[in-house]
């Protein structure tokens, strides 16, 4: 096994779930934005949070309202990002995120798009992305599993600007929480946005229907997942493949100007929906 494959292997037993760490060292307050590019979907996300320590919900930070964002495209065409109401849980109409959405319409590749956050206070933080290009995804049919004799194997042609490609097995959950569909309709996960099995490769991947991570199977009988191969770039890599406690001084690297956080871009490429084998409690 290369020196490659074996890191890729440890990557897959213990990375999982790091994008539940905040980059906060101790009495912090700073703007903390998430932005990342995504060509498959219409409409691109922009989250701004404040990083005060004593008031960190499990998002990280506590919402920025009434913020100037801008995404400014390739062609010099400034687009405006106004907030959406989003509540934290159904019908609650005191306390929601600071989301801020714009349609770009479809993504050009290879080139520098630039972001830029104005609090109400006057804060500025931006930064620069470039969406990699890459070959058309690829939604493969409908896998079922069987986690004692199966394996999942992956491969797919380099894509030009990518530093790393990403690979989630990721749960499909209740239809409420469901953010994307792919290609034919179906719902699943937003890939930056949730935990789920991660790890960062080459140009391939192979995972045994017996891996487990955190002591538990990656695979439950009866349930249904979905594997999400992307190409991400250097600033969604350097970002998601660290884990840092917000309570320490050890804070995740971030390519933003006036702020902390990340403005990447990341960029499907393998697509497969996979119904496990057996019902709850065993194969």
Known sequence: MSSRSK????????????????????????????????????????????????QVDPKG??????ATVTLTAPDGTVHVAPEVFTP??????????????VALGELTVGASYHLRVVTADGTITEG????????PLNAMAERRFDPAKDTLRFAWPRASGARAYEVRIIPQLDSSNVIFTDPSGRAYYEPYAWGGFLAYVDTSVTIAGTARQ?????????????????????????YFSHESDPYTDTPLPSSLRGGIGVFGAIVPIVWQSIVVEGGPGGP
């Open 214 to 238: 955190n002591g538990a199977p990656v695979f439950q009988a009866g349930a249904r997942y979905v594997a999400i191969v992307s190409a991400v770039d250097n600033h969604y890599y350097d």
């Open 128 to 135: 620069d992305a470039i969406v990699p290009a890459t070959p």
């Open 88 to 101: 934290s849980n159904p019908g609650d109409t005191l306390n929601f995120g600071a989301r801020y959405d």
């Open 61 to 66: 930070g506590i919402p920025v309202h009434g």
């Open 7 to 54: 890191w890729a292997v440890l990557a897959l037993s213990l990375l999982g779930g790091c994008l539940d760490h905040t980059p906060l060292g101790p009495g912090a307050d700073v703007v903390l934005v998430h932005a990342v590019l995504n060509p498959t979907r219409s409409v691109q996300h922009v989250d701004v949070r404040h990083s005060t320590i004593g």
